[in-house]
């Protein structure tokens, strides 16, 4: 045991502190089962305040790092196969006709925890006052936008400007928008069976909708080749309401498919932060540098239904067009509920809220 706190760095101690033991754990210096440090014995080790670590100890126990057992201290809780386990037994579950519990628009016990999304509402009504009275840019706040940049680099291996992102109230109304840009295209390409208020949302904006049927790993290819249209809107992960995931291989025919036609696929990537392993699955827009893909994700499903938060990022060649066609439509998101996100993506409450429920899923599928 060797931990340090760097005074001149801007990461408070106990995130420091943290950061050492997760990695000690994570590494195998601490095995599964393992008894941690007492909280006395790292104060001591690292020239900080028992609350210190305490704060470090409480990331480590909401993280999955570590558990708390009465009179008896912290043990770690981490092994190595949690990273993929979860799928496997997924899999295997599948294979032996057990079924499977499908996606719900209900409180399924993914929602964010109430009391901090309430603490976070009266921090921002408290900090920001009446600047919340104030209209933001129409694609959405730049406090927000920026802190979506840091989260999806990091997260997602996205790498975009926040001048790529919208900000818009939910899918729905960014799957409005998509038709209205693409409207010339006259027809859009979906998976066949999808989530109903895709086909329904295109179709009201006037678009013709092209059914692909699925495979099991995603839309049949010779679907895809015999299509006409030069859209295709996919749910990669999970995708509603088969629980079908595409494959990499799938994923990159998509891209290729794109490509080879001079279109575009609108990537609808709702439910993928509750993958089963520890780190997301990648996404097709990660997979496309050459800027053939619109990413779409909601604050809906990873907060709370109510929260009807969700954002868009534009290729770089689609921003001028979009700008022009569509750049005078209002951020319809109040700014408050913008800020609290803000506020839950710098602070890393989002993500420990992902990387708790991430765990409660891959124990359920073990047990």
């Known amino acids: 045991m060797n931990y340090q706190i760097q005074e001149q760095e801007n990461t408070p101690a106990y995130q420091q502190l943290y950061a050492q033991i997760r990695k000690d754990i994570a590494t195998g210096v601490y095995q599964y089962g393992d008894r941690l440090p007492s909280k006395r014995v790292v104060a001591a080790e690292a020239g900080v305040s028992l609350i210190t670590v305490e704060h470090a100890y409480e990331l480590l126990l909401e993280e999955g790092y570590a558990e708390a057992r009465e009179r008896s201290g912290y043990f770690a809780s981490y092994r190595e196969d ?14 032996e006709g057990v079924s499977i519990p499908q996606p719900a628009y209900v409180n399924t016990g993914r929602d964010f925890p109430f009391l901090l999304y309430a603490k976070t509402v009266r921090r921002v009504l408290s900090d ?46 960014l799957y409005s928008l998509v038709a209205q840009l693409f409207f010339a295209e006259g027809s859009i ?27 099991a790993d995603g839309i049949r290819t010779e679907a895809l080749q015999e299509s006409t249209a030069k859209l295709l809107h996919v749910t990669p992960y999970d995708s509603y309401p088969s629980g079908i995931t595409a494959t990499a291989g799938k994923r990159a025919e998509y891209v290729h498919w794109a490509l080879e036609r001079k279109g575009f696929i609108i990537e609808d990537d709702f439910d993928s932060e509750f993958s089963f ?29 109510t929260v ?30 913008q800020y609290v996100l803000t506020e839950l993506l710098n602070g890393g409450d989002f993500e420990r809220h992902i990387n708790r429920v991430r765990r409660r899923l891959r124990k359920g599928m073990t047990s």
């Open 308 to 337: 009807r938060v969700g954002y868009m990022i534009l290729p770089e060649e689609l921003l001028e067009i979009f700008s022009a066609k569509l750049g005078f439509y209002s951020c319809a998101v109040p700014l408050l509920e």
């Open 277 to 305: 392993s520890a780190r997301a699955k990648d996404t097709v827009f990660a997979m496309a540098p050459e800027g053939c893909v619109i990413y779409l994700n909601t604050f809906s499903h990873t907060i709370a239904p």
């Open 189 to 215: 390409a979906i998976e066949d069976p999808s989530y109903e208020k895709i086909s329904k949302v295109y179709t009201a904006e006037g678009l013709t909708v092209e059914k692909l049927p699925m495979g």
């Open 128 to 173: 920001y006052g009446d600047r919340l009275f104030l209209k933001e840019e129409n694609a959405g706040s730049p406090q927000l936008r920026h802190a979506l940049v840091s989260y999806l680099a990091r997260s997602r291996g996205i790498r975009v400007r926040p001048e790529q992102i919208v900000v818009g109230a939910g899918s729905e109304y």
């Open 82 to 95: 949690d990273l993929y386990a979860g799928e496997e037994v997924w899999e295997r579950k599948e294979r």
